[in-house]
Nanobody
Framework: QVQLVESGGGLVQAGGSLRLSCAAS??????MGWFRQAPGKEREFVAA????????DYADSVKGRFTISRDNAKNTVYLQMNSLRAEDTAVYYC???????????????WGQGTQVTVSS
């Protein structure tokens, strides 16, 4: 059984930065991803990383501003978010997949989410 716990969310002004963490228990040598869901909207892909950290993928809306990374020794995945915008406001979820993917259906374990609010 894999458990994922996100942390690091909060309130930040536009242009600011936050770093989200996702601590995992159980086997995590697999793809990991970050998704987000804003009120009234569907959950959307943000970023993903493969098991080694050597391959990453980003949504166009965050490319160049967000960086996903992982520390397998700590069983933790990170999402560094810079140049935040009001439209980045959402609940952010980390999830585990068998491989790097943009499709939420391929992720079989999800965290409870952490709120990120960007004030303009």
């Amino acid at each position: 059984q894999v458990q994922l716990v996100e942390s690091g969310g909060g309130l930040v002004q536009a242009g600011g930065s936050l770093r989200l963490s996702c601590a995992a228990s159980g086997r995590t040598f697999s793809g990991m991803g970050w998704f987000r869901q804003a009120p009234g909207k569907e959950r959307e892909f943000v970023a993903a990383v493969n098991w080694s950290g050597g391959t990453t993928d980003y949504a166009d809306s965050v490319k160049g501003r967000f960086t996903i990374s992982r520390d397998n020794a700590k069983n933790t995945v990170y999402l560094q978010m810079n140049s935040l915008r009001a439209e980045d406001t959402a609940v952010y979820y980390c999830a585990r997949s068998l491989y790097i993917s943009r499709d939420p259906a391929t992720y079989n374990y999800w965290g409870q989410g952490t709120q990120v609010t960007v004030s303009s």
